[in-house]
């Protein structure tokens, strides 16, 4: 079955510092793949996404992500990152033939001034 | 602002009770996808709608059943409550399965 893995449960970081945030998935067939985020007391939102094409994928806030398909991962990155970046980030992936998206357990980044 | 509602925004009530949720999508979404999202399980796929009918099923209770009307909007059905099914539970849609999802802003139920 197709899962989604988020290696880091809480990710620490000061203010401008650079952040990874890792994904991995299980799948061995052609997917989409998606990054929300969810700001405290609110719904997810979609940050970006890879559907085809190149790899790199960016956010207009300065999030990037690399599509790995040899490593079938998708990790999220950002240069320097804000106090306003503070929020749970989900990882999510779907078969493109398939119906259900599927969720990691999410990564929350905690900015520290 | 996703374009997606969902009502109440808050609901409180008594285990063994039963409550529906509310979510109308995006105009012109025809998918519509329901999750809940507690500390202990984190977000859970429910269940899926696509112009009226059911595409997909995740960790969906018994106890719980959906459906999605004509007119699009969703409602999902929670009965015999307990005190486990206190949770935020989240409406998304989309235009078709392929794209993105627009989450609403959540309902939070509480059982007491």
């Known amino acids: 079955a197709q899962s989604v893995t988020q290696l880091d449960s809480q990710v620490p970081v000061f203010e401008e510092a650079p952040v990874e945030l890792r994904c991995n998935y299980s799948s061995s067939v052609s997917v989409y793949l998606f990054w929300y985020v969810q700001y405290p007391n609110q719904g997810l939102q979609l940050l970006l996404k890879?559907?085809?094409?190149?790899?790199l994928v960016e956010s207009i806030n300065g999030f990037e992500a690399e599509f790995n398909k040899s490593q079938t991962s998708f990790h999220l990155r950002k240069p320097s990152v804000h106090i306003s970046d503070t929020a749970e980030y989900f990882c999510?992936?779907?078969?493109?033939?398939?119906?259900?998206?599927?969720f990691g357990a999410g990564t929350r980044l905690f900015v520290k001034a | 602002d996703s374009g997606v509602t969902q009502t109440p925004k808050h609901l409180i009530t008594a285990t063994g009770q039963r409550v529906t949720l509310r979510c109308s999508p995006r105009?012109?979404?025809?998918?519509v996808y329901w999750y809940q999202q507690s500390l202990d399980q984190g977000l859970q796929f429910l269940i899926q709608?696509?112009?009226?009918?059911?595409?997909a099923k995740g960790n969906i209770l018994e106890r719980f059943s959906a459906q999605q009307f004509p007119d699009l909007h969703s409602e999902l059905n929670l009965s015999s409550l307990e005190l486990g099914d206190s949770a935020l539970y989240f409406c998304?849609?989309?235009?078709?399965?392929?794209?993105?999802?627009?989450f609403g802003p959540g309902t939070r139920l509480t059982v007491t």
């Open positions: 890879y559907l085809s094409g190149s790899t």
């Open positions: 105009s012109g979404d025809l998918s």
């Open positions: 998304a849609s989309s235009v078709s399965e392929a794209e993105e999802q627009y």
């Open positions: 709608y696509y112009n009226g009918e059911e595409r």
């Open positions: 999510a992936v779907k078969d493109t033939g398939g119906f259900k998206t599927i």
